[in-house]
């Protein structure tokens, strides 16, 4: 995104007190309705307690149409404290062994720890031309792996993955970008939305699908 250079609070400032909620939020560079709360990055950061950051959502939801809480891989410390209050888990996976196996340990927290009832999968870094060749899973056998629904399928673009960074742009704000990349996220939006928008692989990945 970007915004590296202009975090100044962060959200252990905000629940210890040390400043405003308003204060710690930044505003994206192409959109002012879209803010964002940084995570602390101390060496030796203060655990967020899941009681305080359930207050902090819900103080947040009376202000923000949406919210997202963006964790890290696998179930470690602040896990909790992610999920407290949270309407749907979005467990995002590559289609290799070692992701599918901490995304399936995952999902069962989610059921059984948390009761988080929607839970949304989204597949990251999908080759196309192993997906064809069979090197790597397709849908259809990740969705034999995990009982949840799947909003979205990501195609990996080193490249373009590495100009958006050094840019501090995300993908869909390129320019002279392929359309039917723009039009796979927005999609994939579409679906968190609830809207009934199947998976189709000719469009989302650009690919025929495996017989």
Known sequence: MGLESRIISNVVDV??????????LIKDKNNDLYLLLPAAIDKRPRHVKSEEMRRLLIKMRNEFDYIIIDYPTGIGEGFESALKGADKAIVIIKPDTFSIRWSDAIIVALQKQF?????????NQLKPDLVEKGIMLDIDAIK??????VIGLIPWDFDLYMESLAYGLPVVKRKN???SIIDNFNRIARRLLDEDIPIDLSIDLGIKKSR
């Open 177 to 179: 970008l392929n359309l």
């Open 115 to 123: 009761n988080i009832a929607s839970q949304l999968l989204l597949i």
């Open 144 to 149: 034999e792996i995990f009982p949840v629904e």
């Open 15 to 24: 629940l210890t007190n040390r400043c405003k909620l308003n204060s710690a």
